[in-house]
C-alpha cells in the first residue's frame, strides 16, 4: 500500500512496554525525521529490525530524499521534544518545527519516519512513526519545514 496515512509503529509501543528498548522521546540525543519518496510502502504492523532506519521498508539507497547539508542523509534531529499529557484521554509526543537549511532542494517526497539514532541494541535506529504529508512535496532552493501538527509529532489516544 503506498503512502495515505500516519501511524505508529506497533512494535515499538510493545517493546516500550515490554521493556525491551530503551527508547526515550524527551532525553535521547538524537530523534530524526527522515523524508522518503514513493516507492517507500509505510507499514506499521512491520518488526522492530523492519521499522528501524536504512531496513526493511526503510533502506536509504535510492528512496530516502536528502541533499546534503541542507536536510541530510539519515535525518534532521528533532528539537524541543517534550510529551504532553494535558487533554484526558491522549498523550502527545511533541518537537518543535523541523526545517532544512535555507537553499534545500528536495524533490519529489511524501512523507517522513521518525526514528530514534541513539539506541543500538536491541535494534539500532527503530522506529517511532511515519507521517505522511498529503501527496507530493518539493522545493527548489528554498527552506523546508516540517510544521507538526498541534497534536503532536505523534498522538495516543486512551
Same mark, same amino acid.
Given at each position: 500500500m503506498a503512502w495515505s496515512g500516519s501511524k505508529i509503529f506497533r512494535q515499538y509501543v510493545a517493546d516500550i512496554a515490554d521493556n525491551i528498548t530503551a527508547m526515550d522521546w524527551v532525553t535521547d540525543a538524537l530523534v530524526k525525521a527522515t523524508l522518503w519518496d514513493t516507492d517507500v510502502v509505510p507499514?506499521?504492523?512491520?518488526?522492530?529490525?523492519?521499522?528501524a532506519y536504512a531496513a526493511g521498508q526503510?533502506?536509504?539507497a535510492g528512496n530516502e530524499v536528502f541533499d546534503g547539508a541542507e536536510w541530510a542523509v539519515a535525518g534532521v534531529n528533532l528539537a524541543s521534544r517534550t510529551i504532553d499529557v494535558s487533554v484526558a484521554d491522549f498523550v502527545s509526543l511533541r518537537a518543535a518545527n523541523t526545517a532544512? #537549511? +535555507?537553499?534545500?532542494? /528536495?524533490?519529489?517526497f511524501f512523507g517522513c519516519m521518525v526514528y530514534d539514532d541513539t539506541i543500538?541494541?536491541?535494534?539500532?535506529d527503530q522506529g517511532f512513526c511515519y507521517n505522511y504529508f498529503g501527496g507530493t512535496q518539493s522545493i527548489t532552493d #528554498? +527552506?523546508?519545514?516540517? /510544521?507538526?501538527?498541534?497534536?503532536?509529532?505523534m498522538r495516543y489516544t486512551l
Open positions: 507499514d506499521n504492523d512491520v518488526t522492530a529490525a523492519n521499522s526503510w533502506v536509504s532544512s #537549511g +535555507t537553499s534545500a532542494t /528536495l524533490l519529489v543500538t541494541t536491541p535494534v539500532a #528554498g +527552506t523546508m519545514t516540517i /510544521l507538526w501538527h498541534a497534536n503532536g509529532v
